[in-house]
């Protein structure tokens, strides 16, 4: 695993909800047609106060014996993802993911290690206050006739809790770890969801510095059911001098322009096979 330190990425991506609320009337305004010439971008947001099935098992090593909880219920569950799609109208055929954000709910499992004949077990409760994973880098994925999509990408994972009884001691554990999410994206009119998601198991262990003494290890694995899980927002007109699809045209978008010189990809605003000097003009043309 490659331990990171990261305190940005779940924040940044919530900046999505301001710029999609700002933005609707603007998407209901631009028909078809508009959608055709200045491509297409969606913000989307889980509904207030969703839940949905989440699997988590926790696993303990000790120096004396081993032990694992495993649950399977309804937790809280929020997200947020940007997305660009292509072509510049419907049907779309790839989407973009610029961002995609997840937040697991609360979590608390007993467990019992140091088991023996005589003694009998030394209870741990292990409890989770919450686990994210972000989009480690912006990927392009294909949609099937369905809208349906599997985007297997690097995510970075953190998950935050407590262990308490005989032994205890908190956790902040982060990674970087590969992740294939599956799911669809739906669109009707001026709208779109994404739905049916899927994550497959990510186990992750806590950092060592952080067990309780006698503790050698404790892994979390935990993926997410398709059930009840979804994202909503509206289809806007986007503005191709946006590269990282945040709302606004400013130094971020030329960075990314700066460093795709010379190739192709989503900094050539003109999609003339090359980012250069023209898609350096639109961009400062387009400067908020």
């Not at 999609?20 to 009337?25: E, H, Q, R, V, Y």
């Not at 499992?109 to 989009?135: Q, R």
């Not at 007109?237 to 130094?251: K, Y």
Request: charged share 10%.
């Amino acid at each position: 695993m490659t331990t990171i330190i990261k305190t940005h990425r779940v924040s940044r991506s919530f900046r999505a909800s301001r710029v999609c609320c700002a933005a609707t009337l603007v998407a209901l305004a631009f028909p078809a047609l508009a959608l055709a010439q200045s491509g297409a971008v969606w913000h989307g947001q889980t509904p207030p106060g969703l839940v949905t099935p989440i699997n988590y098992r926790v696993e303990v090593e000790s120096v004396l014996g081993s032990s694992q909880g495993a649950d399977m219920e309804s937790r809280p569950f929020t997200a947020t993802s940007t997305v660009r799609l292509q072509p510049a109208a419907p049907p779309f055929t790839t989407i973009r993911f610029v961002d995609l954000s997840i937040q697991f709910g609360p979590g608390c499992y007993n467990l019992e290690f140091y088991c023996s004949p005589m003694s009998g077990c030394m209870p741990m409760t292990v409890e989770i206050e919450f686990t994210t994973m972000a989009l480690s880098t912006p990927t392009t994925v294909t949609l099937d006739a369905s809208g349906a999509f599997a985007l297997a990408a690097t995510f970075d994972v953190q998950t935050v809790g407590t262990m308490g009884g005989t032994q205890t001691g908190s956790f902040d554990s982060w990674g970087t770890i590969p992740i294939t999410l599956t799911g669809r994206f739906d669109h009707a009119d001026s709208t779109a969801t994404l739905d049916s998601l899927f994550a497959s198991e990510f186990p992750f262990p806590a950092p060592a510095s952080t067990l309780p003494i006698g503790v050698t290890a404790v892994t979390f694995t935990r993926f997410l059911f398709n059930k009840g899980n979804r994202l909503v927002g509206p289809l806007m007109v986007a503005d191709p001098a946006d590269i990282n699809a945040d709302g606004q045209v400013n130094g971020l978008d030329l960075g990314i322009l700066v460093a795709g010189w010379g190739s192709a990809g989503a900094a050539d605003i003109n999609n003339d096979g090359v980012v250069n000097g023209a898609d350096m003009g639109l961009l400062l043309s387009a400067w908020d």
